[in-house]
């Protein structure tokens, strides 16, 4: 800066020297993930479903449980901007309720998915080869299970709360998380910066929470982007079979499943569910695909990953 | 490759091995029995039919029981269907799930290499954008979503199409449209993305300064080459198509294994159960295996020891 300083004091035009802290992996991620105009339009969708789930009984005009017999399927009117359903509900305010639940669902599975498939996928990688064939062995097992059905299974077993369907969903989708970080570690664990880590005496816990996990963060954040939407439509699935949440709890796959039994009287109270379902399925694949492509640049544009 | 082919499909026995114990653990934890009606039955009759059917022994000896008759082709009785037994009641469903899965798959196939293959050799044409923008919409909606999209507007508003049942072409349409967008929109991607990729290669550059006519560049080199890629999503891709099929079997009311399984589930028939997992479990590991003998087929390169 003191040359820039002094050349200008001569009244000389001078290249300042660009001087620049070096970007973060974060920053850097940052920056391309702000450029990519699709996934902003998904982030955008995002947040305002986050906002909706959280200000539920803010935005919504009735009680979602409340029934009126005396305006049941009405199409969109001033009173129900998205119509009633088959007990008079106001379908806006389920839609809204219902918001939350996917919500729920989408973030308390993740919750299970890390706290199950991280440690699993480490400790498979850095335990030694008997450990590590036993563990994805059964990681294989549960793989090669066909989720949906194992879902089905467990949620007929757990039966009762919204907890119950968490559980259900997220004990079948852990093995994927489990498996992508055991191949990320894997090949951190051959990276020079692991082997001087070893070789300075740093003790292998603190070698895998320093400098392993945080360099396989990357891909972790995306499966959670993935992960997301795959458990939203899991429920609705559920609800829609009808084994999901138990019927008073608004969730669109409810909705889905009460509406096209009335499908030929008026299409809107299974319309709106499903474009709703669309619309947040949509917008978390787009910031997904934009956060790998941000992430994890080696992999961009390569169709989207299950 | 024909010791990696019997290592593969020796490995399918503890997968189906683990995967029936998993099922039967799940299955017999879930609360209520197969004799659960309406109309309570006297426990004499209860006790009459648990013995009829080995369910007062226990749980260990009814597993290898049922495991003895696994190995002999024999899936056991189902409680639903009295005078049938389950592999006669999948074998009847089959069909159906194949025929529904197959037809969706070759739609799939068809307009996602066409979307995908035309939108490369286009790049940044209308048909590029078009068939990115198809890619994009269709990739992430559940099929039984669009399935209802499609009755709304095909069977609701336009009465063209029947909303369920089996058995006529029109029957056929929706379902098989519904189940196809989603993996058609993938492949689309993956075409595109794999086309792009290999006609940036050397060997192009090469059979274009040669002088070959773009025909033969495209025939020869490109779609050979670009093919390897798309090979090894379409196992996953299968295998989704077919767990995704239950759902659509349900929603049009469809007689596949799917609804099978969902019914299994709803009245603890347990032989149900199992064997419609078990179905379900075997065909995805074998649609794998092939996909992945296939790749080693059409990729020379790909040697497995």
Redesign the interface.
């Known amino acids: 800066m003191s040359t820039g300083q002094g050349a200008a004091a001569q009244g000389r035009p001078v290249a300042v020297p660009r001087v620049r802290a070096p970007r973060s992996f974060w920053q850097q991620s940052t920056r391309r993930l702000l450029k990519n105009r699709?996934a902003m339009v998904g982030l955008a969708v995002v947040l305002l479903y986050l906002i909706i789930a959280i200000v539920a009984p803010l935005v919504s005009p009735y009680d979602p449980a409340k029934q009126n017999y005396d305006a049941i399927l009405l199409g969109p009117t001033g009173g129900h901007p998205l119509g009633t359903d088959g007990l008079g509900r106001d379908s806006l305010s389920r839609l809204v309720f219902g918001a939350r639940t996917s919500l729920a669902v989408g973030l308390f599975t993740q919750l299970i998915v890390l706290t199950v498939g991280i440690p699993v996928g480490l400790v498979a990688a850095f335990s030694g080869r008997r450990s590590d064939n036993l563990l994805m062995?059964?990681v294989?097992?549960?793989f090669?299970?066909?989720?949906?059905?194992?879902i089905?299974?467990?949620r007929?077993?757990f039966?009762g709360s919204i907890f119950m369907v968490f559980l259900a969903i997220g004990l079948v989708n852990w093995v994927i998380m489990a498996r992508m970080v055991r191949g990320q570690a894997l090949s951190l664990k051959e990276q020079e910066f692991v082997l001087a880590a070893k070789a300075i005496g740093v003790p292998w816990h603190s070698t895998l929470i320093r400098h392993v996990l945080p360099n396989a963060l990357g891909p972790v954040v995306v499966l959670v982007a993935f992960g997301v939407?795959r458990a939203i439509?899991a429920e609705?699935?559920l609800s829609?079979?009808g084994?999901g949440v138990t019927p008073p709890t608004p969730s669109w796959g409810t909705m889905?499943q009460d509406g096209?039994s009335v499908?030929?009287a008026t299409?809107y109270p299974?319309?709106f569910p499903?474009?709703a379902?669309?619309v947040v399925?949509?917008a978390?694949?787009?910031l997904g695909d934009g956060l790998r492509d941000a992430l994890d640049p080696r992999h961009a544009?390569?169709?989207?990953m299950? | 490759m024909g010791r990696y082919l019997a290592f593969r499909l020796a490995w399918l026995v503890?997968?189906l091995f683990?995967?029936a114990l998993?099922?039967f653990v799940?299955?017999h934890?879930?609360?209520g029995g197969p004799w659960d009606r309406d109309k309570q039955l006297a426990p004499q009759v209860v006790q009459n039919l648990n013995r009829r059917y080995g369910l007062d022994r226990p749980l260990y000896a009814q597993f290898g029981r049922y495991l003895w008759g696994l190995v002999r082709g024999d899936l056991g009785p189902t409680y639903t269907y009295q005078d049938r037994d389950v592999m006669v009641v999948i074998a009847s469903g089959l069909p159906v799930t194949a025929t529904l899965g197959g037809l969706a798959f070759l739609l799939a196939l068809a307009v996602g290499f066409t979307l995908g293959f035309a939108a490369a050799v286009a790049q940044n044409s209308w048909v590029d954008y078009v068939s990115v923008l198809f890619a994009?919409?269709f990739?992430?909606?559940?099929a039984?979503?669009?399935g209802?999209?499609l009755?709304?507007v095909f069977?609701?508003?336009l009465h063209w199409l029947p909303?369920s049942g089996w058995g006529t072409p029109a029957k056929l349409v929706m379902p098989v449209v519904a189940l196809a967008a989603l993996p058609a929109a993938?492949i689309a991607?993956?075409v595109r993305?794999s086309v792009l990729e290999v006609l940036r290669q050397d060997y192009v550059r090469t059979a274009r300064a040669k002088g070959l006519t773009e025909q033969a560049i495209y025939g020869r080199h490109v779609l050979k080459n670009a093919l390897i890629?798309i090979l090894s999503?379409l196992g996953?891709e299968l295998?989704?198509l077919?767990?995704g099929s239950?759902?659509i079997e349900?929603?049009f009311s469809i007689p596949g294994v799917g609804r099978l399984?969902?019914q299994g589930?709803f009245q603890r028939d347990y032989g149900l159960?199992m064997g419609?997992?078990l179905f379900?479990?075997l065909v995805?590991?074998l649609l794998n295996l092939l996909v992945d003998m296939l790749y080693a087929v059409v990729d020379p390169r790909v040697r497995y020891a």
């Open positions: 699709l062995r059964f294989d097992i549960v090669a299970f066909p989720d949906l059905l194992l089905i299974l467990l007929a077993i039966g939407p439509f609705a699935a829609y079979i084994i889905v096209y499908i030929f299409p299974v319309l499903a474009v379902i669309a399925m949509l978390f694949t787009f544009g390569l169709g989207k299950r | 503890p997968v683990g995967v998993i099922t799940l299955m934890t879930v609360p994009t919409l990739a992430s909606i559940p039984f979503v669009l209802i999209l009755v709304i069977s609701v508003t909303t993938y991607r993956v993305a890629p999503i996953p295998a989704f077919i767990t239950f759902i349900q929603l399984f969902v589930v159960i419609s997992v379900y479990t995805i590991a």
